[in-house]
């Protein structure tokens, strides 16, 4: 392990910014502390380069407690979210400045930071001065700063939120790029989803403070455990639904539409009342009311893996189309009165329209006893 | 026609510069500067200024100032720059209270300040008394005279190099400390280089209102002579035309210092590009 936070906890005043987090990184993993803003994550950064005291729990690095020793002797890299380059020194000097503070030899100073440079491909900046550099020769440079001593652990904080789109989505493939290059174990801190999705080897998800769910992107994306990390990662729609088990038979009523329990995706087992996520792009729209309510798989289903295949439909009103570019966003108002956004990759529709849903069983995520 | 458009067109037709006004308000204020200023030098032509000037008396006072504005510059500049980096980076109980120390000598008239030194060093107080038993008198000395500057100019230094700290985003300093570089060593290659300038002009300042020193110097050691003090001496004996030269020695003094200190002690921040 060579990162491991133990039930870490900070407090500033009476406001609490860390509750009991613990994670941990093995060698040359680059995992994402991924939470909107506020949640705590760079106060996590800050307790693991040693900037702040944490009010309790322990920090650990190649299995050594380092909560109490200064971040000079921790041998963690950082890169903050605002750019710190020193302005009173020119870019080679920017990367070297870690390397003297070690016992390395002038020359081996100067190669080091040559290799370091043209890792993030500027070795031709190294006279440069930062002030002269654009936002991501900015963010580069620094990474062959931060990089440059070969530390055990490298914190990303926000590297990328100050940068336009198309540069951002370039200096991710760059981060991972070096990362992969250098091997070195990275804990890389966003408050976008996409960022975490596309660098992470797992993505730790943090709320208020505390650790709410952990993993591999993909199984986050698709069975989130929580409501919020549905709705954080990525784009959710929320319904609600209702489980009635009279009469012997169960009915289940999502978006205010009757359909069979067969159909329900698993959460709802045993709750009476839930919220049901799906995804704007697991839905599909059909202009065109459908005829019978839910056609739920009730009456033909043979069991639930069969059901699973057989697509819930659900009608609807369109009450808004957004042009977003590469996709229409439509929302479209459910009979029960929730509204929700389906992507779509052709136009034709208007507000009035109405409409009908499909979305697979498999793609609903249901939580039980919404609050 | 609209109330705007009527507003409109009443404002064309008196079209002014825009900031008029202000340039006449700070011009009054100008002339009240250079008036005086101008009218004094003017005087110069009916004194023997050299004359005066190579006069023991005056040399005496030319020579204990150079003696003391910088080593009182020295001083508040190696207390005061460590002052000012923990005021701008550190808070804790009774920070407002230093704070509030810290401007009392710009607040106090200097000539109470001298009389409130006067009550620690004077001739007759334990301090005063034991320093002058080993041969270090703290009043009508050198010695005081730099007390009485330190006193008065010291505060500038402070509140300058706070705000050049100040200045300094605090993540460039964590930056160093996460490369290996402990807390001193990181004042002395990240935050002072960066906030050089600030500290820069802090000496300055604190040169030129030590070195112009007269209310706190006044009380605390009439003698030996500074500059101002010979000056004043001179008015009372002589009026305003026997203190032209020394006031043309002052002034050629801090004009010499404050450029040179901003030639060679301006240290660039910034990497050019």
């Known amino acids: ?371 | 026609m609209s109330l705007v458009d009527a507003t409109r067109s009443a404002t064309n037709s008196r079209r002014l510069p825009p900031l008029l006004v202000f340039g006449v308000l700070g011009g009054i204020l100008l002339a009240s500067f250079a008036l005086p200023f101008a009218v004094f030098l003017g005087r110069t032509g009916s004194v023997p200024v050299v004359e005066t000037l190579l006069g023991t008396a005056s040399r005496t006072a030319v020579r204990n100032s150079l003696l003391t504005a910088p080593v009182a510059t020295a001083i508040a500049t190696a207390l005061g720059v460590p002052l000012a980096y923990v005021l701008a980076r550190e808070t804790f109980p009774g920070k407002r209270l230093i704070e509030a120390l810290v401007v009392l000598p710009l607040v106090v008239p200097p000539v109470v300040g001298g009389a409130m030194l006067l009550s620690v060093v004077g001739q007759f107080t334990p301090i005063g008394a034991a320093a002058a038993r080993v041969g270090v008198p703290l009043t009508d000395s050198l010695v005081g005279v730099v007390l009485a500057q330190t006193f008065v100019a010291a505060p500038f230094m402070v509140i300058t190099a706070r705000a050049g700290f100040g200045a300094v985003d605090e993540r460039l300093e964590q930056a160093s400390r996460s490369l290996g570089y402990g807390p001193l060593a990181t004042f002395r290659r990240v935050s002072l280089p960066l906030a050089s300038r600030a500290i820069v002009a802090g000496v300055v300042l604190t040169f030129a209102r030590a070195i112009g020193e007269f209310g706190a110097t006044m009380m605390v050691a009439y003698n030996p002579r500074t500059m101002p003090t010979r000056i004043w001496v001179d008015f009372i004996a002589g009026g305003i035309d026997a203190v032209v030269p020394l006031a043309l020695a002052l002034l050629a003094v801090t004009l010499v210092v404050v450029a040179t200190v901003q030639r060679f002690a301006g240290v660039p921040t910034v990497v050019e590009r």
């Open chain 1, 1 to 371: 392990m060579t990162l491991e936070l133990r039930g870490v906890t900070h407090r500033y005043g009476a406001e609490r910014a860390l509750d009991d987090v613990s994670l941990s990184l093995d060698d040359g993993e680059l995992v994402a502390l991924l939470g909107p803003s506020g949640c705590g994550k760079t106060t996590a950064v800050q307790a693991i380069a040693g900037h702040l005291d944490p009010t309790a729990g322990r920090v650990l690095l190649r299995g050594a407690d380092v909560t109490d020793v200064p971040p000079e002797d921790r041998n963690v890299g950082v890169v903050f979210q605002r750019p710190t380059l020193y302005p009173h020194m020119t870019v080679g000097e920017n990367v070297g400045y870690g390397l003297e503070s070690g016992d390395l030899a002038a020359d081996r100073v100067s190669e080091r930071v040559d290799r370091y440079l043209e890792l993030v491909e500027l070795a031709d900046r190294r006279d440069a001065s930062p002030g002269s550099l654009s936002g991501g020769e900015t963010r580069r440079v620094e990474l062959a700063r931060a990089l440059a001593p070969e530390p055990d652990v490298l914190l990303l904080d926000e590297p990328l939120s100050a940068l336009d789109r198309g540069l951002r989505a370039r200096l991710r493939d760059e981060i991972v790029r070096i990362q992969k290059q250098t091997g070195v174990t990275t804990l890389f801190v966003t408050h976008d989803q996409e960022d975490a999705m596309s660098v992470a080897d797992r993505l730790v998800v943090l709320r208020d403070g505390a650790v709410v769910a952990a993993g591999a992107p993909r199984r986050l994306y698709e069975s989130p455990p929580t409501r919020f990390v549905a709705s954080f990662l990525g784009r959710s729609n929320e319904l609600s639904a209702t489980v009635d088990d009279g009469n012997g038979s169960r009915t289940v009523r999502i978006g205010g539409t009757e359909l069979a329990a067969a159909a329900v995706p698993d959460g709802l087992a045993g709750a009476e009342r839930a919220a049901v996520h799906v995804r704007p792009d697991d839905l599909t729209l059909t202009p065109g009311a459908r005829s019978d309510g839910w056609s739920g798989p009730s009456e033909r289903s043979d069991g639930p893996s069969e059901a699973d295949q057989r697509p819930i439909e659900l009608s609807g009103t369109v009450t808004g189309v957004r042009d977003v570019g590469r996709r229409y966003d439509v929302r479209v108002e459910v009979d029960s009165g929730e509204a929700v956004t389906v992507e779509r990759h052709r136009d034709g529709l208007s507000e009035g329209d109405r409409v009908t849903l499909t979305a697979a069983a498999s793609d609903l995520t249901a939580f039980p006893d919404p609050a």
